[in-house]
């Protein structure tokens, strides 16, 4: 294949706890070639393995691309397993309305250990409207500063401040002050919506991945260097959109979840279908989410990661714990399928494969449902039989419960396992497995755009509703260009505006997302 000098290239990468995708797509996003490997216990392997496949493949040099977009897990492996987090002091403003309940108080005991348990309730905070609950003791900030010297980053919460923040932000020049600049500071009106004890727990987080986000961009750095590739770089989002590295080194919990909103991305790019059900089926599990006008839909409900409650900004997923890896358990009357998995070692394992284990893939292989590895699996007919039944059902059930109603919708099945369900999904008005569907995920991260959000509460007694709405398009836009996007590509792909009549001086949540193209 020629190459022109002038097309410009892309490559997406999606590191999963699976397998490690990559994709190059030309300037029209067509995907001329793409790959999937075994992903690596350290992140840089994975992605120059793909990365040779694909360079390889497309027949192009590393010269030649211009973009590249990596999707991980990075951040939520380090949150389930307790790994490589910060220790954190968290500072919390609003004493003495918010003492009943603790910083931390639900958390997991081992999750509070991991970052230290350190955290204090200090004068501070506003109303909804933006009236101060009380002033801020600035020397009482500067004794807390030196009690937590010693922490590696800091989260500052404080009541109500996505409607006032200075507050947070004056806490936050008092620790840069007294500690340098270099020491991460996350405040929570950058993070989270309205609710404190939410907000508080995605800001904790954030400041809590810090240093992880650092050793995952790092591993990207370090392996487009090891290939010579001089191109911009960028961090999948977990709604389905970029952001520049060093915006995901400051708010490293937005990539979580990431992958599965790349897949759906992926899906509804690939498929062209703009609404309706997505099924990204892996080598561990299966994540059923919802496209609603091309973009994931939203949760609207806390969600738990790690089994700490947040309401920052997360797609509506369902996970289950099916995949191509998924160990097949044999019962005198059943046979049941995962949630354990042998992952990565599908290719050492599996009885498809040469290995010992009964996996999912096998069934599948034996089924007919595919042609892969090197010898056919030696499984009686009643055992593929009841497999197969019980991973058709499992995905149906997940698929029903995403629904909004009882009418049969559009079913788009992608990722690399998807061998596993038959098209004759119950529930699907059609169901469709577009071309590249095995690396959906990489090609939803390689075509994404780059987007701000605002989640504010507005006091529409005081300030008019046009000048309330102008306000937030305007804070999403920005958010959108220091993200990453042109400026004169942003346009506003999202407004949502709830009278809250629980609250006085006829209070008003406008949520406003603005979305833009790649600033080259």
């Avoid at 690399?416 to 990489?442: C, T, W």
């Avoid at 809250?500 to 790649?518: C, E, F, H, M, W």
Wanted: hydrophobic fraction near 40%.
């Amino acid at each position: 294949m020629e190459t022109d000098q002038m097309t410009t290239y892309r490559l997406g990468i999606d590191v999963g706890g699976t397998n490690t995708d990559a994709v190059i797509l030309d300037d029209q996003d067509v995907p001329l070639v793409q790959t999937k490997t075994p992903t690596t216990e350290d992140i840089t392997t994975g992605i120059v393995n793909a990365l040779d496949d694909v360079l390889d493949g497309a027949d192009i040099t590393s010269a030649d691309i211009d973009f590249v977009m990596l999707g991980t897990t990075h951040a939520t492996n380090a949150i389930t397993e307790r790994r490589g987090l910060n220790e954190v002091g968290v500072i919390r403003l609003g004493a003495p309305a918010t003492q009943s309940i603790n910083p931390l108080l639900e958390w997991p005991d081992d999750l509070a250990e991991a970052i230290g348990n350190n955290y204090t309730i200090l004068d501070g905070g506003h109303e909804f409207d933006g009236r101060e609950l009380n002033d801020l003791d600035e020397e009482q900030i500067l004794d807390t500063i030196e009690e937590f010297s010693h922490v590696d980053a800091f989260a500052v919460a404080s009541v109500f401040s996505p409607v006032r923040s200075d507050h947070e932000e004056r806490v936050a020049e008092l620790i840069h002050e007294q500690l340098g600049d270099e020491v991460p500071v996350s405040v929570s009106n950058e993070i989270g919506s309205i609710g404190l004890l939410e907000r508080e727990n995605a800001t904790i987080l954030n400041a809590a991945l810090t240093n992880v986000a650092a050793e995952a961009a790092n591993a990207f750095i370090d392996a487009m260097a090891e290939r010579d590739i001089d191109a911009e770089l960028y961090f999948g989002q977990n709604d389905g959109t970029l952001m520049a590295v060093d915006y995901a080194l400051a708010y490293p919990i937005f990539t979580v979840a990431s992958g599965p909103s790349n897949s759906v991305r992926g899906a509804a790019y690939l498929s062209g279908i703009e609404n309706g059900i997505i099924v990204d089926v892996g080598g561990t599990t299966t994540d059923v989410g919802a496209i609603s006008d091309g973009f994931p839909r939203e949760s609207s409900v806390a969600v738990e990661i790690g089994e700490v409650k947040t309401n920052f900004r997360m797609p509506d997923l369902l996970s289950i714990g099916l995949g191509g890896g998924s160990h097949v358990k044999q019962a005198v009357d059943s046979v049941n399928v995962g949630p354990e998995s042998v992952g990565y070692r599908l290719t050492e394992e599996g009885l498809c494969f040469g290995g010992e284990t009964l996996t999912a893939t096998d069934i599948a292989v034996a089924a007919g449902l595919a042609d892969i590895g090197e010898v056919k699996p030696n499984v009686d007919e009643a055992t593929i039989e009841a497999g197969v039944s019980f991973i058709q059902e499992r995905v149906e059930r997940a698929v029903d419960r995403m629904k909004t109603s009882a009418e049969d919708v559009p079913v788009v099945i992608v990722g690399g396992g998807s061998i596993l369900v038959k098209d004759d999904l119950e529930g699907a008005s059609q169901v469709d497995r577009p071309d590249h569907f095995e690396v959906a995920n990489a090609v939803g991260v390689a075509i994404a755009q780059v987007s701000g959000q605002v989640d504010r509460i507005y006091s529409l007694d005081e300030v008019e509703r046009d000048v309330a709405m102008a306000d937030a398009k305007e804070q999403a836009t920005n958010d959108a260009i220091e993200a990453g996007a042109d400026g004169d590509t942003v346009d506003i792909v999202e407004i949502e505006e709830v009278p809250l009549s629980y609250l006085p001086g006829n209070a008003t949540r406008i949520k406003v997302k603005a979305a833009g193209d790649l600033a080259h």
